[in-house]
Every structure is written in C-alpha cells, then in structure tokens.
C-alpha cells in the first residue's frame, strides 16, 4: 500500500479519518470489534480484540499518521521499534505486542528496525496524555512537539545508553518471539481453518450474485 501524507494543517481527527479509510479499518478503526486478525503469512488468525489492546491501538494508530510508517510488514516493524525507543510508559499491552515487533524487524529489515528504534529515542510518544485532547490538534504542531523529525545532535552516531537500550529490547524481544512462535504453532491450524471458511464464503458469494 503507498505510503499516504498527512497535510499539516489537518486535525489529527481528520488525519485519523483518511488513515481509517485509507487502510480499510473501518469508521472506528475496528476498536470495536470482539475479534481481529493476526496475519501468519496468508493466514488469517482471530484472537480476542482486549482493552488493553484497543487502550493501545488508539495511541499507535496515532503514532503511525505523525511518523509516516506504513502498515505493511515491516511499516508495522518500524513503528514498533519506534515506539520502544521513544517509551511505551504504563500500556503493557504496547510493551508485548512492540517487543515482539522489534524481534521480526531485527530477523527481517535490521536497519530499518535499528533505524526507527534511535530514531524514537530523539522522540517522545503520545502514550499516557489525554486521548481526546490529541484529537483537536494539528498534525504538524503534534509532530514539532514530538520530535518525529529531529536529526541526531552528534556526528558519532547513536549513544552508548540508547545502543545499551537497544541490546536489552532486543533480548526481551527475542523471550517474546520465542513465546510467540509456540503460539503459533498452537494457532496455526485455527488460521488454516479460518481461511477455507472465508475462501469459502466468498465463492458462495459470487456464485450466488452470478
């Protein structure tokens, strides 16, 4: 999917909106759906769509309108290390699903993953502030007040606490993985099953509109 720019001088309402529609999650961005899909490959797994996790998703769906990751694979990737780096404060369920993150970006696209990660430590999150709040503000001004975009003030590269922050995200990020994929392999034939069901509606549909 390409990658959508954000005007500047849009709210983060109507920012959110376009992002919404843009990547077919609904007019509420599914916050309100009992279940959602985890992508194994092609396989689509349904697991329980939590408060925690719809706590969080508001907040990531907002960091991803600010930095400009997509929500592809390795979009998703980024803005995990992203959001690591720049502090995920209270939101367990961010710290779980972001660990994990960062572990499939180290495997898949390293410096991308490094990249957003230092990049989040010159950033700050939106994690914790009044939610409603953030929606009245301009994309542009939320972004300077963030950082998204500063540059490093060293010519050296990264410091060695945020190297040592990396080192130690990614070993907790390579506990979740390993427990991650043992769910998989529990899961995997719910999401084989899941796909024949909607292979098959979906030809039960079209011969029935024939």
Same mark, same amino acid.
């Given at each position: 999917?390409?990658? *959508? ?7 983060? @309402? ?7 529609? =843009?990547?077919?999650? #609904?007019?509420?961005? /599914?916050?309100?759906?009992?279940? +959602?899909?985890? !992508? ?27 930095? #400009? ?5 390795? #979009? ?12 995920? !404060?209270?939101? =367990? ?11 499939? /970006?180290?495997?898949?696209? &390293? @410096? $991308?993953? *490094? $990249?957003?990660?230092? @990049? /989040? ?8 502030? &009044? ?5 009245? $503000? ?9 950082? *998204? ?13 945020? *190297?040592? $922050? ?8 390579? =506990? +979740? #993985? %390993?427990?991650?994929?043992?769910? =998989?392999? %529990?899961?995997? &034939? ?21």
């Amino acid at each position: 999917m390409a990658l *959508v720019h954000y005007d500047e001088g849009l709210t983060m @309402r109507e920012a959110r909106a376009l992002y919404f529609e =843009v990547n077919r999650f #609904g007019a509420d961005g /599914g916050y309100g759906d009992a279940w +959602v899909d985890f !992508k194994l490959g092609p396989l689509p797994v349904p697991f329980p769509n939590t408060r925690a996790r719809v706590r969080a998703v508001r907040y990531h769906d907002l960091h991803h309108v600010l930095t #400009g990751y997509d929500t592809n694979a390795t #979009g998703e990737f980024e803005i995990a290390a992203w959001e690591l780096g720049a502090g995920c !404060k209270g939101f =367990v369920a961010a710290w779980q699903l972001n660990l994990g993150g960062l572990f499939a /970006g180290l495997l898949s696209a &390293p @410096r $991308r993953t *490094v $990249r957003a990660f230092f @990049r /989040g430590r010159r950033s700050e999150s939106l994690y914790g502030r &009044p939610f409603e709040d953030l929606l009245d $503000r301009e994309v542009g001004a939320l972004r300077r007040e963030m950082r *998204v975009d500063e540059r490093s003030s060293s010519g050296s590269g990264p410091a060695a606490l945020d *190297v040592l $922050r990396l080192a130690l995200a990614s070993l907790a990020g390579l =506990v +979740v #993985g %390993v427990l991650g994929f043992a769910a =998989v392999l %529990v899961v995997a &034939p719910i999401g084989i099953v899941n796909l024949a069901l909607r292979r098959h509606r979906a030809r039960s549909a079209a011969e029935a509109g024939a």
